[in-house]
């Protein structure tokens, strides 16, 4: 199972988000390159509270759902629409220098990384509550899903 818990895995993720450039084209979604690194910095703010985000919790999306997404033997699929705080063609950090939002992303997701006990029982805004494996669990399949977007 990966996940950002496994420092390969960090590698992995870090190897990956090097092959994405501003011009990278999209394999589905609205995103541009840029904007998804801002997303994803974007989602490390959220569950750091560093970003306050609105929820969309249901008793599904706390258990089934949330379930699959984490365990399920299949990729996320297209089209999930993400919270607008967080979503950069609504109310997302705005894309300004690539090399710098990339470094930043880097950052955050070793800063993430570092300080995942303090992220127990956190809530996700669909899925609830999450342990700190889950955490890890999560962040590495959320950039694995939009590193995929563009073909990294």
Same mark, same amino acid.
């Given at each position: ?12 993720? !870090? @190897? *990956?988000?090097? @092959? ?12 541009? /390159?840029? !904007?998804?690194?801002?997303?994803? /910095? ?6 750091? &509270? @560093? ?5 969309? @919790? ?24 993400? *919270?607008?705080?967080?979503? !950069?063609?609504? &109310? ?14 880097? /950052?955050?997701?070793?800063?993430? =990384?570092?300080?995942?006990? =303090? ?17 890890? *669990? ?10 995929? !977007?563009? &073909? /990294?």
């Amino acid at each position: 199972m990966r996940t950002l818990a496994r420092p390969r895995h960090r590698m992995e993720i !870090q @190897q *990956r988000l090097s @092959q994405v450039r501003p011009d990278s084209i999209r394999r589905w979604g609205g995103m541009t /390159a840029h !904007q998804m690194i801002c997303h994803l /910095a974007d989602s490390f703010r959220m569950v750091m &509270g @560093q970003r306050r985000v609105s929820t969309d @919790q249901t008793l599904l999306s706390r258990t089934m759902i949330k379930w699959f997404a984490l365990y399920g033997p299949l990729h996320w699929p297209h089209g999930f629409h993400t *919270r607008p705080e967080i979503d !950069q063609l609504v &109310g997302g950090t705005k894309p300004v220098d690539f090399t710098t939002d990339v470094e930043n992303l880097v /950052a955050l997701m070793a800063h993430f =990384t570092e300080r995942t006990a =303090t992220l127990e029982g956190k809530s996700h805004p669909v899925f609830g509550p999450l342990t700190e494996i889950e955490w890890l *669990r999560w962040s590495y399949l959320h950039m694995d899903h939009h590193l995929r !977007q563009f &073909g /990294a």
